[in-house]
């Protein structure tokens, strides 16, 4: 069956739906433009389509309480994953189905986290929160974001399951990230420096986000992009290769005569960004497999099946 590139909506969500999929690529792009990922990112995630994955393309949410979006974010996707499954079904697909009904942090190396931009922040911390599982976890939570934060924290995972919120074995791509503060959360600029003159900010800020990565146990299957002629992405790129300059899977290498905007497209774009991206996404892929040996039978047996269709 061909596979035919279309954004449907489903759950509040954009889903290309893969007739032969190998895996999931979860996207979330920066603000404004990260609000219909459909459109403005069209180009890059038909590219990544067409190498067999199914798109599921988060909007991007305008909000001072970056955990409780990503919280509820994540928890959503258990209920889209099956309504993917019902839809797959209904279009009449039938290879590896079963693939939107397995637990994404079991070690197959079938689901995937991109963002761009802010979009990556939302990534980041969901990140963090997959050390749920982490005794120490209120301690870092405390240490970096204070005793309230991180009571409202464990008050929104309260009944909920740990396996929901957690991206443990979902490797991530970052593009261009940006990791700010008040002003990512309101649009307008005059009335963004109008909020900071009150004192209010985004929770977590930059430096309780930065302490977050910082004392994390994961972020061990990441990869980032970057852009030579990025402004707005420069600092946080620095602080991330500075950082987690052991955990990265390859040495950041911005690619040339590119600015903040380059994964924008939609009928046309950055071909060689997308290359990169794909090199990226199989690059993570092979590592997952190399941390679960069982998951490299699997592995093949996909790749046989989808070949012979």
Request: proline content about 5%; glycine content about 6%; hydrophobic content about 45%.
């Amino acid at each position: 069956m061909t596979a035919e590139f279309k954004f449907i909506p489903l759950q509040f969500h954009w889903v290309a739906i893969n007739p032969k999929p190998i895996g999931v690529v979860y996207f979330i792009g920066g603000a404004f433009f990260g609000t219909f990922p459909n459109l403005f990112y069209r180009y890059l995630l038909k590219q990544v389509f067409e190498r067999g994955y199914t798109i599921i393309a988060i909007p991007y949410r305008f909000t001072f309480r970056h955990w409780n979006v990503s919280i509820e974010m994540v928890k959503d996707l258990i209920g889209l994953r099956k309504a993917i499954y019902e839809e797959a079904k209904f279009l009449g697909y039938e290879d590896n189905l079963d693939l939107y009904l397995e637990d994404p942090t079991a070690g197959n190396p079938n689901y995937f986290w991109m963002g761009h931009s802010l979009g990556c922040k939302y990534i980041s911390l969901l990140e963090v929160l997959s050390d749920v599982e982490n005794t120490e976890l209120e301690q870092v939570l405390r240490g970096c974001v204070g005793k309230n934060q991180a009571e409202d924290i464990q008050k929104s995972l309260n009944n909920t399951d740990i396996h929901a919120v957690s991206l443990k074995n979902q490797p991530s791509l970052l593009l261009a990230p940006v990791i700010a503060g008040i002003d990512s959360a309101i649009p307008i600029a005059a009335l963004a420096k109008l909020v900071q003159s009150l004192g209010l900010d985004v929770q977590p800020n930059v430096q309780e986000t930065r302490c977050l990565i910082s004392n994390s146990n994961l972020f061990r299957l990441l990869e980032i992009i970057a852009f030579a002629k990025d402004l707005q992405a420069k600092d946080t790129v620095a602080w991330f290769i500075k950082e987690l300059s052991q955990q990265l899977l390859k040495p950041v290498v911005p690619l040339a005569n590119r600015g903040h905007l380059a994964p924008l497209g939609w009928r046309n774009g950055d071909q060689e960004l997308a290359d990169n991206v794909i090199k990226s996404i199989q690059e993570l892929r092979a590592k997952l497999i190399s941390c679960y040996p069982q998951s490299q039978e699997k592995e093949e047996v996909l790749m046989k099946m989808i070949s012979e269709h």
